[in-house]
């Protein structure tokens, strides 16, 4: 089982740059979400998805574009790259609601924005 | 605006030692209050806690959730350099399913 997947796993980018960090989940799930994770900060949600044609927006969503036109991708867009963007990017999935919320985590992916 | 606090924010034991983390959470329509492990990248799920005063164990690692006093602590109980890593409560609620508001972690140190 793939799980989810999330490319690339490293990148650096220059001021002003754009870029798309891919998430594909094979478990069927339909709530799939970005977060970033910075230093002392937990995780903090970028952009969320409960299904195919439905984003919303989380905790810190400016800079940042979703999109999901289907059930198993979930790209992350960044428009125009800032240094405040450097962070650890995670996707993650879970099944349909209650009881279960479990979040199932990509391996993350690593961004310096120069 | 929803909020999860940890406490301790980063801890230093020896192996054998028990260590209480602690979580204390402000979440509208709570649902579930949510553990994690994360050691090098990916979160892994350990507990996720619906009912208060029950107890969810695991090994060594055990939980519980307070929803009167909007807390819950992880136990970990004979400590093993394997246990050093992030741990993170998240709490579950409002009208969406699958979106998380996280803590900052506490890190966890054993020494041999």
């Known amino acids: 089982n793939a799980g989810v997947t999330q490319t690339p796993k490293f990148q650096v980018l220059k001021t002003g740059q754009s870029m798309t960090l891919q998430c594909a989940q094979d478990m069927n799930h339909e709530y799939m979400s970005w977060y970033r994770q910075d230093p002392g900060m937990g995780l903090r949600l970028i952009h969320y998805?409960?299904?195919?044609?439905?984003?919303d927006q989380g905790e810190v969503p400016n800079g940042y574009n979703v999109s999901r036109s289907t059930t198993e991708d979930f790209p992350l867009r960044l428009l125009s790259a800032a240094p405040s963007q450097t962070s650890v990017y995670f996707c993650a999935s879970s099944y349909r609601p209650s009881p279960n919320e479990k979040l199932f985590f990509g391996s993350g992916t690593q961004l310096s924005v120069l | 605006e929803d909020k999860v606090v940890q406490s301790p924010l980063s801890l230093v034991v020896h192996e054998g030692d028990t260590v209480t983390l602690n979580c204390s959470y402000e979440v509208t329509n709570f649902r579930s209050l949510l553990w994690y492990k994360q050691e090098k990248k990916a979160p892994t799920f350990l507990f996720m806690l619906?009912?208060?005063?029950i107890e969810k164990k695991s090994g060594r690692l055990s939980s519980i959730l307070d929803k009167k006093e909007l807390f819950s602590i992880l136990n970990i109980t004979a400590t093993q350099t394997g246990d050093s890593a992030v741990y993170l409560c998240?709490?579950?609620?409002?009208?969406?399913?699958?979106?998380?508001?996280f803590g900052q972690g506490t890190i966890l140190t054993v020494h041999p």
């Open positions: 619906t009912s208060s005063g």
């Open positions: 998240a709490g579950a609620g409002g009208t969406s399913y699958g979106k998380l508001t």
């Open positions: 998805s409960v299904g195919a044609g439905i984003t």
